[in-house]
Each structure stands twice: as structure tokens, then as C-alpha cells.
T-cell receptor, first 112, second 111 residues
Framework: NAGVTQTPKFQVLKTGQSMTLQCAQD?????MYWYRQDPGMGLRLIYY???????DKGEVPNGYNVSRLNKREFSLRLESAAPSQTSVYFC???????????FGPGTRLTVT | DQQVKQNSPSLSVQEGRISILNCDYT??????FLWYKKYPAEGPTFLIS?????DKNEDGRFTVFLNKSAKHLSLHIVPSQPGDSAVYFC??????????FGTGTSLTVIP
């Protein structure tokens, strides 16, 4: 089992460029999450998907869109990147009824 | 507004002694609390959790205490080992859908 995988590991974008962060899990989990981690801010929830076909906003959804492509995959899209979106992005998943989340290794994004 | 707070950014402890990490929360509707451990350049990994209907949960060297009246939880690690050096995040759940994380406490265990 690979667990939760994220691609890419690193990315540098110019302001205004777009990109999609990919996340996949092979644990048959129902729920998937996207977080961002900024210095002094902890992890903040961007979007989550409680099941295939549903998505909901978290604490900081502005500037992002998500797609739950199937049960395994949950992508995060930045349509027009801004320097304020420079962060480390983590994807996570969990099995419904069990509160423990499994996290991917993260994507470090820099927007210049 | 931060609903889960970890007011100590860092903590240093001698090997073999007890480490106590603290976490405060504001939302009385949180139903589950978790601690995660994070090493640099890795994702957080689950450590231990506690339901809001309990006040203590133990797993080996790790014990989590919950004081609902004070809206406070703590993680005790005893004895502390150098491999425990990491950043520790507490997290709180609303119905198992949304999770709120603290800002983390960096623990250094000195050999």
C-alpha cells in the first residue's frame, strides 16, 4: 500500500499561472481533505470531500477549486495563483466513522 | 479566529523525563480530539486520540487527558526519548467531517 500520494512534491509558479495538485489514496477511504500549512498557522482546511461526488468548503477555500474524480483521487486547482498561496499543501484521507486521518507527504508551492 | 490553540511554540525536555504538551479549544461542539506528530518534510502521522465522552486515553508511553470544563487537553509522553523530537499538532473534529488544527509545538528531547 502506498497510502496517500501527492504530486508534484515541489512547484514554482508565477503570479496568475494555474496548476492542479494531485492526490490519490489506495486505502478505500471515503473522505478526503486538502490542507495548507503556513508558518505559525498550523494546518488549515481548504476543502474536503465526505464521499465520492460531494465536496464542501473548509476554513480557507477562496482561490481554490477541487474535484473528487473518483473514490481514490481528489485534486486541488489554483486557477490564478497569487503569492499568498505560497504554502505547503497536504492531502489527507480517512475511513468514515474513524477519525484518524492519513496524510500525504505534501507539496511545497512557491508563487512568485 | 483560531478554534484550537497551542500556546507553546516549543518545548525542551531531558531524555527520560516527562513531556507535557498542551492544547486549548473554544468550540464546545467538538466531539473528538487527536494528536499528530510531524517530522520535517513529511506529512503528519496520527499518534493518539480521545472521544469527548472520555477524560483519559493511554497508548504505551503516550497519554491524552481531556478536561471539557476547561476546554483543555494535554499529551503526556513518559519517558521521553530523542526519537520523540518532532512537531506535535492537536486537532479537533466536528462530526468527523471538519477538523481544526492547532499551530503546533516543537518538542526537542535532549539526550
Amino acid at each position: 500500500n502506498a497510502g496517500v500520494t501527492q504530486t508534484p512534491k515541489f512547484q514554482v509558479l508565477k503570479t496568475g499561472q494555474s496548476m492542479t495538485l494531485q492526490c490519490a489514496q489506495d486505502m478505500n477511504h471515503n473522505s478526503m481533505y486538502w490542507y495548507r500549512q503556513d508558518p505559525g498557522m498550523g494546518l488549515r482546511l481548504i476543502y474536503y470531500s465526505a464521499s465520492e461526488g460531494t465536496t464542501d468548503k473548509g476554513e480557507v477555500p477562496n482561490g481554490y477549486n477541487v474535484s473528487r474524480l473518483n473514490k481514490r483521487e481528489f485534486s486541488l486547482r489554483l486557477e490564478s495563483a497569487a503569492p499568498s498561496q505560497t504554502s505547503v499543501y497536504f492531502c489527507a484521507s480517512l475511513f468514515s466513522g474513524v477519525y484518524e486521518q492519513y496524510f500525504g507527504p505534501g507539496t511545497r508551492l512557491t508563487v512568485t | 479566529d483560531q478554534q484550537v490553540k497551542q500556546n507553546s511554540p516549543s518545548l525542551s525536555v531531558q531524555e527520560g523525563r516527562i513531556s507535557i504538551l498542551n492544547c486549548d479549544y473554544t468550540n464546545s461542539m467538538f466531539d473528538y480530539f487527536l494528536w499528530y506528530k510531524k517530522y520535517p518534510a513529511e506529512g503528519p502521522t496520527f499518534l493518539i486520540s480521545i472521544s469527548s465522552i472520555k477524560d483519559k486515553n493511554e497508548d504505551g508511553r503516550f497519554t491524552v487527558f481531556l478536561n471539557k470544563s476547561a476546554k483543555h487537553l494535554s499529551l503526556h509522553i513518559v519517558p521521553s526519548q530523542p526519537g520523540d523530537s518532532a512537531v506535535y499538532f492537536c486537532a479537533a473534529s466536528l462530526t468527523g467531517n471538519q477538523f481544526y488544527f492547532g499551530t503546533g509545538t516543537s518538542l526537542t528531547v535532549i539526550p
